[in-house]
């Protein structure tokens, strides 16, 4: 596969403190890269290194895009910042024009490209429409045309979600998953872990400025996902904290959620249950991206996992 962006080794420091390490990773074409990691663990910072508003302190950031390498080929690249910045007084069409202006895109390329985003946004025949009247919703899917009115080879989106109902996610969605078919290459930094799960084919989790995962979505998954068992009934904890093969227990009234270690098949955790056991119901699932994030978060994988 092509690969469209390197980060080698960056570190960053702010005022002595370390807040990205040593981190590095690549983005192929056509790859949705989710980038996650809680909050305050350098997500905003890595892409600003790459977005060239700071320089890392040691390590490169290069593209390759267009056949050769470059430092930063703003015109091939569309960014969509977490902050909401367009200016109020001015109508949707003004916007995008001076946008696309900025990446030397052609003023009638780029109003044929709005009206067909408008339409697909639901916002058909809004072009004259001012930023201040629109909803937030609304100004997020202007501010997203505006990422990508000039055809951006490379994508960054940071928490493009925010804001939008369902139906309005469905469309971004569909829309990510088809420009990335058509080669762009996307980082998407969100905290929604169902949507990173059901976008990205690759993610990369930074914790504490430290790569702590990299790799396929699927490979992820099959290293990270273990199994968790969902039980309903009047059961205490600690039936479940003294069984062998568990990790942890979340517990709450009339449920209890018990995560396996990993070695623990969900076979001889079942036969290993107490026979006197309360059950009104229970699911033995993978646990998913948001778990194997919960699970990172409290420190229960090691560094520098590289899948
Ligand atoms: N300009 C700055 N000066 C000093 N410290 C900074 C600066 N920018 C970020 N930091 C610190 O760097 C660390 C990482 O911040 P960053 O914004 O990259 O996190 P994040 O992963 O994007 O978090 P969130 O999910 O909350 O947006 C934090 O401890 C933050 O306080």
């Known amino acids: 596969m092509e690969n469209v962006l390197t980060i080698k080794n960056v570190t960053k420091a702010f005022g002595g403190v370390e807040v990205v390490k040593n981190v590095s990773f690549e983005v192929e074409k056509g790859d949705i890269m989710g980038t996650l990691g809680p909050n305050g663990a350098g997500k905003s910072t890595l892409i600003r290194n790459i977005m060239g508003m700071i320089y ?7 593209f390759f895009l267009g056949g050769k390498k470059q430092r930063l080929p703003l015109d091939k690249i569309g960014y969509l910042p977490e902050e909401r910045g367009l200016y109020k007084d001015v109508t949707i069409q003004d916007i995008i024009f001076y946008l696309a202006g900025l990446k030397g895109y052609p003023k009638g390329k780029a109003k044929d490209r709005l009206s067909k985003y408008l339409e697909m946004f639901d916002l058909g025949g809004m072009e004259k429409r001012k930023i201040e009247e629109l909803s937030k919703g609304m100004a997020q899917k202007v501010q997203f045309i505006g990422a990508i009115i000039h055809e951006p080879e490379f994508l960054i989106l940071d928490e493009p979600f925010s804001g939008l109902d369902p139906v309005s996610q469905d469309l971004f ?3 990510i998953r088809s420009l990335s078919r058509g080669g762009v290459s996307i980082l998407l930094s ?3 872990m169902n949507l990173v799960e059901a976008l990205c084919n690759r993610i990369f989790l930074i914790n504490k400025g430290e790569k702590v995962i990299y790799g396929t979505l699927d490979e992820v998954k ?3 996902s273990d199994f968790k068992c969902t039980l309903y009934g009047e059961n205490s904890r600690e039936i479940f904290e003294q069984l062998p093969g568990v990790e942890r227990v979340q517990w709450e009234e009339g449920k209890s959620v018990i995560y396996l270690m990993k070695d623990t098949t969900p076979q001889k955790f079942l036969r290993q249950l107490p026979q006197d056991l309360h059950i009104k119901e229970l699911h033995m699932d993978r646990i998913s991206l948001h778990d194997i994030f919960v699970n990172i978060a409290r420190g229960g994988v090691s560094h520098g996992a590289n899948l």
């Open 222 to 224: 099959e290293q990270f």
């Open 173 to 175: 969605r569909e829309e």
């Open 56 to 62: 890392p302190d040691k390590g490169e950031v290069s």
């Open 190 to 192: 969100s905290h929604q």
